[in-house]
């Protein structure tokens, strides 16, 4: 069984992975790892945070590790939240919080319905003993912004995602 620990500790995304890689892996998150501390994310894009996180914790165990980065971006909001998606409302706040904020910032902008377009956009690097074995650039999924939908994000372990580039 392969070990891989998640550079995450947000357990709702380890229960997402597990069941995509199969029972050949044991997945794990750093809610496992009290002893790996915070991962502060510095960089400037999600490729470069997913970095950061990967190697970060790859320094401090002896597993494979996977970190991802992601957000969305809003044209009508010059590409914001973007890398600062999770504390878009702040640190302790919750989905609604983020999706009224977001809502809110488009009624400010006057956003017509093509400035409605966003995209989720993420990125992956995978490391072993604090050598990086891939890194996978950002990927992009545009849907609209819609102030009628306020459902809950699907499950990834159950959804797929069609990308395109422009």
Not at 115 to 120: D, N
Not at 146 to 165: C, I, Q, V
Request: glycine share 6%.
């Amino acid at each position: 069984m392969i070990e891989l620990v998640v550079a995450t500790r947000n357990g709702h995304k380890t229960r997402e992975i597990q069941p995509i890689l199969g029972p050949e892996f044991s997945v794990r998150d750093l809610g496992a790892h009290p002893e790996v501390s915070e991962i502060r994310e510095s960089g400037t894009s999600f490729e470069e945070n997913a970095k950061l996180k990967a190697l970060a914790a790859s320094k401090q165990l002896p597993a494979l590790v996977i970190a991802d980065d992601s957000g969305l971006e809003v044209d009508a909001l010059g590409g914001a939240p973007g890398i600062y998606s999770a504390r878009y409302a702040g640190a302790n706040a919750t989905e609604k919080d983020k999706i009224d904020k977001l809502l809110r910032e488009l009624a400010r902008v006057r956003a017509t319905e093509d400035g409605r377009r966003a995209r989720f956009d993420f990125a992956a690097s995978w490391c072993s003993r604090a050598t990086a074995i891939s890194s996978e650039p950002s990927k992009e999924l545009w849907k609209e912004v819609s102030p009628m939908k306020r459902e809950a994000t699907p499950d990834l372990a159950t959804t797929r995602f069609s990308f395109r580039k422009d």
